[in-house]
């Protein structure tokens, strides 16, 4: 938890009815002694609303909370009012009524609002107390007081002058200790923000008498800009010149935007055009750039495109190249080559350059080659029509039917992965030719193996048949464990495609499986341990569901598929049945999936399922646990209302219909006693 120390706490009531326009922007919600403000300020070509730190007019105000940040601003009349449902802002247009602040309990009304010297907005209800607080919600800055709690996090602005979210994000994963300071100085306003450029800085801002405000920076995160993950984009690298970051174009690329040169780079030559023209003169050269250094190995790929030679290893790059930092003071023995077009192969015009064309006289060669080519194909393929019939019949229902899969899993898959990329003879070798399996699946073996001269164990997946359902399986698991990381979730390290055989390697998990500890263990765990089970559980759900940047459906939560490493931590594991919610979508239909006496009843109905039926089946790993009391060691104390909560929270889950059953925030929430519980409907489940 971080926190910042706040000096003073007063505040101005307001009451229900009051109101601001955007028409008269100079009318605001001050806070005493009206160093904060709220209500309208100018972003863009419109308006949006916020808290900013109010300077008079006479210099630049700073804006330390925007609402509703998606939101475009607001280029027509608009008003803000205060009634019994929060702060709602009314578009005089378009009729449209967007809320801005409302408790999170609907039952509740609001009986008035403050703004407080620390920025805080609050709402109040008839008994005084808050009942909702922008302080919660914090967009790219912290102010005095203001808390960021694990699992939450700061967003960047798009820009100084638009507020929208930008590039960067800031998340604290864990508490290491809480600290926070005070002051009785009112002239000082202190805040933390995620600036622009990804940065994490300190200020100060220092009052004068005449209401002017001076900004200081105190402290930054990181005193070198380009090590921010991402500040130039793609094919692009950063150099730290003058105290100041500048991204900069890889060999053969130009900038997207050269107005944005943080936006990356793109290529000034044409891929397809790389194979060589006529006289065999080659249309691309190798350049070599060094002391660039990649923060990341990423997209490796046999067909390279790039090459980083570093500490006596090479390993070979596949464009888009990402988190590229140059800089020739640091101790790094690194050079780059990359494939770069020797000329371009077409003019302004788009037309391929004179000097680049054919002769007439090889066109005619190869014209009568063709020719020549085809006649004698047609003579071989009437002599064989029963073997070309064969032949057919096997490409379209094998090899046909496999391409097609390969051609829909590749789209996009390499630009979302930064993984590596094993020889199938490394992880023969790695895992002593397969010897030691650690379990079966219905598509293939899991292998013990190592790597490193045997200092890093390794979990290898191996794809025994090459169906349909088993090349997206892999498909699957590769697009979900690639773009998803988190302290619950098994990591993926890499992969293998070579031929028919298709392989993934993982972190190994030396503890066995929640499987294992429930029902083979003699030393099970304790009622506390099974408490910190259930819960690391649900935070790895819970990014699948709500904070991965496309929501995942596991599809086959079960104690088999909770995996423990060898700090006993829990580790969600088996993605091959994982189903991707693209966009906007909340429900999606699919073939039935998952393992039985795990499954939600949608299942077996012709309806779409959603992120539900994981809750289902957390609902049932959460019985097992339970059930398993009779194993728990004599005379260990149990905490009957922890127990309790987890029973209810068990019939919650395991709910027929999918409306019933919590949101897997809402699962957290009950189990740590945040929110109460309701008695709920007995389960028709068989098992119960």
């Keep these: ?56 007019g006479k210099n630049d105000n700073k804006v330390v909370w925007t609402a509703n ?91 100084e002058k638009d507020h929208s979210p930008g590039r960067f994000h800031l998340k604290l994963t864990y508490n290491y200790y809480n600290e926070s300071s005070s002051s009785n100085n009112n002239s000082t306003v202190f805040s933390a923000s995620l600036d622009v450029d990804g940065n994490f800085r300190l200020y100060a801002y220092l009052f004068e008498r005449n209401g002017v405000f001076q900004t200081y920076q105190l402290l930054r995160a990181l005193l070198n800009s380009c090590k921010v993950r991402g500040f130039c984009g793609l094919n692009s690298y950063c150099t730290f010149n003058d ?21 990356g780079c793109k290529r000034n030559y044409f891929e397809a055009h790389c194979k060589g023209g006529k006289a065999n003169i080659p249309f691309y050269n190798m350049a070599s750039m060094p002391c660039i250094e990649w923060t990341t190995g990423s997209f490796y790929d046999c067909n390279y495109e790039a090459a980083q030679f570093k500490n006596g290893i090479c390993r070979k790059q596949k464009l ?14 690194s050079t780059v080559l990359l494939k770069v077009g020797i000329i371009s192969l077409e003019a302004d015009n788009g037309t391929v350059p004179s ?61 979302e992965l930064t993984l590596t990329l094993f020889s199938y003879k490394e992880l023969k070798r790695a895992t002593n030719g397969f010897k030691e399996e650690l379990g079966k699946g219905s598509f293939g073996a899991v292998y013990k193996g190592s790597l490193d001269r045997g200092r890093q164990l390794i979990a290898v997946k191996r794809l025994e048949k090459l169906v349909e359902e088993g090349e997206k399986e892999f498909q699957a698991e590769m697009r979900a464990i690639g773009r998803a990381h ?66 995942i459906i596991h599809c086959d939560i079960k104690p088999q598929n909770i995996l423990m490493d060898d700090l006993w931590r829990v580790k969600i594991s ?84 999918p409306a019933l059953r919590p949101s897997i925030k809402t699962v957290l929430m009950m189990l740590e006693g945040i929110t109460d519980i309701c008695i709920p409907p007995r389960p028709t489940a068989s098992f119960i």
């Design 355 to 415: 000097e680049l064309r054919p002769s007439k006289v090889l066109i005619k060669q190869k014209n009568t080659t063709v020719l020549i080519f085809l006649l004698t194909f047609s003579l071989v393929a009437c002599s064989c029509a029963l073997l070309t019939i064969s032949g057919v019949y096997i490409y379209k229902f094998r090899v046909l039917r496999y391409k097609r899969l390969l051609e829909l899993g590749n789209l996009g898959l390499t630009e």
């Design 1 to 56: 938890m971080m926190t910042l120390g706040v000096s003073h706490k007063s505040s101005s009531i307001i009451s229900l009815g009051s109101s601001l326009s955007s028409a008269t922007q100079s009318i605001l919600w001050h806070s005493p002694p009206s160093s904060f403000a709220f209500g309208f300020y100018s972003q863009g070509g419109g308006l949006s609303v916020g808290v900013w730190l109010d300077g008079g």
């Design 320 to 333: 888009p190249l990402r988190y590229l930092l140059r800089d020739p003071d640091a101790q790094v023995n």
């Design 69 to 159: 940040r998606d939101d475009p601003p607001v280029t027509s009349n608009g008003t803000l009012i205060l009634n019994e449902k929060g702060v709602l802002l009314s578009i005089a247009v378009s009729g449209e009524k967007n809320v801005i602040a409302s408790p999170n309990n609907s039952a509740i009304s609001v009986f008035s609002a403050s703004m407080l010297y620390s920025s805080n907005f609050v709402l109040y209800n008839k008994d005084n107390h808050t009942i909702w607080k922008s302080f919660e919600q914090p967009t790219d800055t912290l102010l005095g007081g203001q808390t960021l709690l694990t699992d939450h996090k700061l967003i960047s602005s798009s820009s």
């Design 486 to 551: 988190h302290k619950n979730l098994v990591r993926l390290l890499g992969y293998c495609v070579e031929d028919s055989k298709r392989l993934l390697v993982y972190e190994f998990m030396g503890n066995g499986s929640l499987a294992d500890l429930l029902f083979k263990s003699t030393n099970p765990p304790d009622w506390d341990e099974r408490t910190r089970i259930a819960l690391d559980v649900v935070r790895g759900i819970l990014y699948l569901h709500d904070e991965c940047e496309t929501p």
């Design 243 to 263: 105290n100041r970051p500048y991204c900069a174009c890889l060999t053969g690329t130009d900038f997207i935007d050269p107005l944005q040169n943080n936006l």
């Design 574 to 657: 088996d993605f091959g049945l994982a189903k991707l919610l693209m966009g906007d979508e909340t429900r999606t239909f699919t073939r039935v999936r998952g393992t039985r006496g795990y499954m939600a009843p949608e299942w077996h109905k012709s309806t779409p399922i959603s992120v539900k039926v994981d809750i289902y089946s957390y609902g049932v790993v959460l019985c097992l646990v339970e059930k398993e009391l009779d194993k728990l060691m004599l005379g260990e104390e149990v905490d009957k209302r922890s127990l309790e909560r987890m029973v209810m929270v068990a019939l919650w889950c395991i709910q027929d219909e």
